[in-house]
Every structure is written in C-alpha cells, then in structure tokens.
C-alpha cells in the first residue's frame, strides 16, 4: 500500500494568520518536529489559538485543491452557517494507520497497512466531531460525532 501522504492541514489561527501543512515553515523535515506539533509551538509561543481546521489535497490534474472543511470557531466565519452555531472549543489533527497480521504462535509475523487515513477533530463540552478523508482514495470520507 502506498503510504504517501496526499492530504495535509490548513489551519487559520485568532491573529488572522492562515498556515498550510507542506508549505513554507510547515514541510516535514526529518530530524524535526512534525508540521502539526511544529503549529502547535507556533500557537504557544505567540498565545494565539486555531479558528478553524480544514483538510486539503489535489486531484490528479488539477491546480485548484479539493478541501474539507469542520466548522469554524472564528468571529466572521466565510460559510455563514458556521456563524450560528456553537463554535469548537479546540482542534485536532493526526494520522490513523489499520493493519492486517500474520500471527504464528502469538507473535506477530508479517503486518499488512489496510488503510491510511487524515482524521481532523473539533471539540465541543460534550461531543468531538471527525472528518476521516481516505489517503489513498480521497474521494472517500465521513464525518462521526463522538460522545466524550
């Protein structure tokens, strides 16, 4: 299975600022902080904090990206039913690998990646809401809400 990562993170943050995973101070360097926990040093350091969390990729000959969006925490959000609604208390962002095993003897001998997935969260008192999008066919996603 490919693991290539084709979906990153574009995240607005309360000072007005917007930062794209891939881009700029935000591209994976090996050695370093990955592009998310590198975001969330930025956000400690500057006391500001995440509005909004979106997905993003590019569909295979296209310039202009594809995106999926949770609802925004902002003042003025652009999609104007996110501005009567409650707002995300917090964001999360990550990455969920599924693995098939081959099991001899109770132990694990040959693992298989099934699925690889880009999930974003936001928060509420007392649900979390996901967006898991495909990595290897992004056409495919779903939206869970989440009991805390």
């Known amino acids: 299975m490919d693991l290539k990562q084709k979906i990153f993170w574009k995240v607005s943050l309360s000072n007005g600022e917007t930062f794209y995973e891939n881009k700029g ?3 994976k360097v090996n050695g370093q902080l990955s592009p998310w926990n590198k975001l969330i040093k930025y956000t400690l350091e500057k006391k500001v904090f995440i509005t909004s969390l979106s997905l993003y990729t590019y569909d295979k ?5 594809r995106t999926f ?3 925004s925490a902002g003042k003025d959000p652009k999609f104007a039913p996110f501005a009567v609604v409650d ?3 917090d964001f ?5 690998i599924a693995q098939d095993h081959d099991v001899v003897n109770n132990t694990i001998v040959k693992s298989v990646v ?7 969260e936001a ?6 809401l996901q967006l898991w999008v ?6 495919n996603s779903w939206v869970l809400v989440v009991k805390v």
């Open 25 to 27: 101070d935000f591209i």
């Open 61 to 65: 000959g296209t310039t202009t990206p």
């Open 69 to 71: 969006n949770l609802p």
């Open 87 to 89: 707002k995300p208390l």
């Open 92 to 96: 999360k962002y990550g990455h969920y």
């Open 114 to 120: 099934t699925d690889d997935y880009a999930v974003i």
């Open 123 to 128: 928060f509420y008192p007392d649900y979390k």
């Open 134 to 139: 495909d990595e290897n066919n992004t056409r």
